[in-house]
C-alpha cells in the first residue's frame, strides 16, 4: 500500500518561504511523474507543480513560476517544493501526488489512481 506524508507547511508572513516534503513508502516512485497540488477555502483543488521521473523536467502553474522549485531525491523516495516570495493567495493545503499525468484534451493535470495522493498540508500566508 502506497502512502504520501507531506510535512513542512505552517504559518508564515508574506514574502517568506516554506519547503515542503512528501516522504512516500510503499512503492517506489523513481518510475512516476510526481506533483502538487493546493486546494484553497472555497475552491477546487488545483495543480502548482511536477516533475518527472528523472527529475530533468519540471511544470508549473503560471503563478507560481519563478517562486516555487519542485524538485526530488529518487534516492529517499522524496518530493519537495521549496516556496519562496510566498503571498496570501498561496494560502492553502498543499497535497503531494504520485504518477501525475497530463490530459491536453480534457482534465489537465490529474491523477489516475485515487491512492496515490497524501493527506495534505496547511500552508497560511499572513499579509
Known amino acids: 500500500q502506497v502512502q504520501l506524508v507531506e510535512s513542512g507547511g505552517g504559518l508564515v508572513q508574506a514574502g517568506g518561504s516554506l519547503r515542503l516534503s512528501c516522504a512516500v513508502s510503499g512503492r517506489t516512485i523513481s518510475r512516476y511523474t510526481m506533483g502538487w497540488f493546493r486546494q484553497a477555502p472555497g475552491k477546487e483543488r488545483e495543480f502548482v507543480a511536477a516533475?518527472?521521473?528523472?527529475?530533468?523536467?519540471?511544470y508549473y502553474t503560471d503563478s507560481v513560476k519563478g517562486r516555487f522549485t519542485v524538485s526530488r531525491d529518487n534516492a529517499l523516495n522524496t518530493l519537495y517544493l521549496q516556496m519562496n516570495s510566498l503571498e496570501p493567495e498561496d494560502t492553502a493545503v498543499y497535497y503531494c501526488?504520485?504518477?501525475?499525468?497530463?490530459?491536453?484534451?480534457?482534465?489537465?493535470?490529474?491523477?489516475?489512481?485515487?491512492?496515490?495522493w497524501g493527506q495534505g498540508t496547511q500552508v497560511t500566508v499572513s499579509s
Open positions: 501526488a504520485a504518477d501525475v499525468r497530463f490530459d491536453a484534451y480534457g482534465s489537465g493535470w490529474h491523477v489516475p489512481v485515487p491512492d496515490y
Open positions: 516533475i518527472s521521473w528523472s527529475g530533468g523536467t519540471t
